[in-house]
């Protein structure tokens, strides 16, 4: 499939344009105005680091594979993004802590449970060995004391899709107490603190989670619930005991920290999850019939996040269409534009969808009256960056739509 590119045209008008341009008469065009018509206002590229946190327990095999078999058209559709997405990619699994603290630390069976194996990763970006090419199943890249393997994956390198493959085929020996929350924010914290995850996050990035998992969250920083994994689970998968303060990690805490500074830096941040939802509804309950739990935690979640969250169902027998809509959700909405403009009436901008329909997109600056309802938010560079246009409202970026913005010169 021929990829979709931003086109950028120069349109050099050499009469007043009134139209486009109100209130501007020939003989007032403002002096910092473009000229030329070889003059351009180019499209930058957007940067997305995309943590995944994924389910390694005992009922997670075919999930798992579910995964991988569409991993290849999930990078695809990220790739052929309307606009630059210069994204990485980084696996961890949900295995933090047994139900015990004092024995949570290692695999009790598979591969990774050898003296010298891997740990838990709690947090730490994990890679699966391949020995002449084939995946070892359930083996963890790590030696002495060090996670090892293609643990940062980037777009547009050859090993890019079949590292992917490999990295999610996780195995089912981590943990019943899947913590998916505490995983993600060890990941951003901790792990990048300690030098375990160092260089994932870059600067300017915008950061998005995905999880996989057929279990509600049952993250327990403060060691609260029963150290007997049945007991343990028993509380994990109660409602009431989900939401009472004290007994798990607050849905609140999670949410103030992916939307505050990471690593300094506002983020931006976009969550998908795809747990036991139910197929038709998105209800949390009741849950679908290859989940262990209601996800109602992770429910809660989506919620604060609003219209940056997408969640669908570990029930459906292929996820082609919900990593089709995470990849959605990854386009940029705000670009960077190398150039400058007098007027953001200048640009006229447009998206061709994929069905071939035309939508005019209307450029307003930042701040004006018009900025709610415009197709598109025009904001010029500061000192520390670059002018930035936003796409919104009707113009929302699709990952297989076109962008085209041409530039009205006077002259």
């Not at 009134?18 to 020939?26: E, F, H, I, R, S």
């Not at 630059?84 to 696996?91: C, L, Q, S």
């Not at 060995?129 to 890249?141: D, M, S, T």
């Not at 030696?143 to 493959?165: K, M």
């Amino acid at each position: 499939m021929r990829r979709p590119t931003a086109t950028l045209a120069d349109l050099c008008l050499w009469s007043c344009l009134a139209a486009l341009l109100p209130g501007c008469g020939c003989d007032t065009v403002p002096p910092e105005a473009v000229t030329k018509c070889e003059a351009k206002i180019t499209i930058g590229s957007a940067a997305t680091d995309i943590l995944f946190v994924i389910d390694e327990s005992g009922s997670m095999l075919e999930e798992q594979q579910n995964l991988h078999d569409n991993l290849g058209d999930f990078v695809s559709a990220l790739a052929r993004s309307p606009v630059k997405n210069d994204f990485r990619v980084g696996v961890t699994t949900t295995s933090v802590e047994n139900f015990d603290p004092a024995t949570s630390a290692t695999y009790g069976a598979g591969p990774n449970a050898c003296a010298g194996c891997a740990p838990y990763p709690q947090g730490a970006r994990v890679a699966i060995e391949r020995a002449n090419g084939a995946v070892v199943p359930n083996k963890l890249w790590y030696s002495a004391g060090a996670w090892l393997g293609p643990r940062i994956l980037d777009s547009g390198t050859a090993a890019l899709v079949p590292d992917f493959e490999a990295n999610v085929l996780l195995g089912t020996n981590g943990t019943g107490k899947e913590e998916p929350l505490r995983a993600a924010r060890l990941a951003l914290s901790a792990r990048i603190a300690d030098g375990t995850n160092a260089g994932f996050l870059r600067p300017g990035a915008r950061l998005a989670v995905v999880i996989l998992t057929d279990e509600d969250d049952c993250s327990d920083s403060n060691h609260r619930l029963p150290t007997s994994a049945s007991a343990g689970q028993d509380a994990c998968h109660d409602p009431v005991r989900k939401f009472q303060a004290g007994q798990m990690d607050s849905i609140d805490d999670f949410v103030a920290f992916l939307t505050g500074p990471i690593e300094g830096e506002a983020r931006d941040p976009v969550l998908a999850v795809i747990a036991g939802f139910n197929m038709t509804t998105g209800a949390a309950t009741p849950r679908c019939s290859t989940s262990f739990d209601a996800p109602t935690r992770l429910d809660a979640l989506v919620t604060a996040l609003g219209t940056n969250a997408f969640k669908d169902s570990i029930c459906r027998a292929t996820f082609h269409d919900s990593l089709m809509s995470i990849a959605d959700l990854l386009v940029p909405q705000t670009v960077p534009l190398q150039g400058a403009l007098p007027d953001p009436r200048m640009l006229a901008v447009s998206l061709k969808k994929a069905s071939g329909a035309v939508v005019g997109c209307p450029v307003a600056a930042k701040g004006s009256a018009d900025a709610a309802s415009a197709g598109a938010v025009y904001a010029p560079p500061t000192a520390d960056a670059p002018a930035t246009l936003t796409f919104q409202n009707a113009c929302v970026l699709g990952s297989s739509d076109q962008v085209d913005i041409r530039i009205v010169c006077a002259g």
